[in-house]
């Protein structure tokens, strides 16, 4: 089945900075590549995907990048806000319900 | 408003004895499953139901039951907790097990057994 490494496990930024999340999967088929914002005291919310046909994709200030050669994908936060401060999910799945990353807590200081 | 509702929100009980965490979703999804969450092993999945009457296992099964007698009910069974099962559950669905299907999930219950 499918492996999903995630790092770091934890990320300490400033406010403002830039943070990055990144992901390696094992399965060459997966295709499908969802990030999930768990904040505290809630359950994972889906905040953005990206499907391997494409590269890059964007919405405001997170991005998500694909290399399937390298079977990494990443996620990409700017100018942080105190309001990011969440542990983050990566995922990553072929045909069905995708195999999740074990969690990155991103701590943004004001 | 489409939602997963969890409970209870926390639970704390003694080796031994039997307890049910439910879970009900109101959007007529199809897929419904569990996850355990435990610090540094992120989202395990336990047990998942692709529709009434269809469950399987996942990931860590072990001393857990699962039944879908209903679309929108999904209940966890614990019949003999052990701390080791101490954990933060999550109960999530979405409507159907296909990959790119977003999944809903629940605000959480956090479990302790002494």
């Known amino acids: 089945g499918e492996n999903v490494e995630q790092h770091p496990s934890t990320l300490s930024v400033q406010e403002g900075d830039s943070a990055v999340i990144k992901c390696t999967y094992s399965?060459?088929?997966?295709?499908?590549f969802p990030w999930y914002k768990q904040e505290l005291g809630k359950g994972p919310q889906l905040i953005i995907d990206i499907r391997s046909n494409v590269g890059e994709k964007k919405d405001q200030r997170i991005a998500v990048t694909l290399n399937k050669t390298a079977k990494h994908f990443s996620l990409h936060i700017t100018e942080t806000q105190p309001e990011d401060s969440a542990v983050y999910f990566c995922?990553?799945?072929?045909?069905?319900?995708?195999?999740f990353g074990r969690g990155t807590s991103l701590i943004v200081h004001p | 408003e489409a939602q997963v509702t969890q409970n209870p929100r926390y639970l704390i009980t003694v080796t031994g004895k039997k307890l049910t965490v439910t879970c009900s979703q109101n959007m007529n999804h199809e897929y419904m499953s569990w996850y355990r969450q435990d610090p540094g092993l992120g989202l395990r999945q336990i047990y998942y139901?692709?529709?009434?009457?269809?469950?399987d296992k996942g990931d860590v099964p072990e001393g857990y039951k699962v039944s879908r007698k209903e679309k929108r009910n999904f209940p966890l069974i614990l019949e003999s907790p052990s701390p080791n099962q101490t954990s933060l559950y999550f109960c999530?669905?979405?409507?159907?097990?296909?990959?790119?299907?977003?999944?809903?999930f629940g605000s959480g219950t956090q479990l302790s057994v002494l």
């Open positions: 139901s692709m529709n009434v009457e269809v469950t």
């Open positions: 399965d060459s088929a997966s295709n499908y």
């Open positions: 995922a990553a799945g072929g045909s069905y319900i995708p195999t």
């Open positions: 999530a669905s979405s409507l159907s097990n296909r990959v790119n299907e977003k999944l809903f």
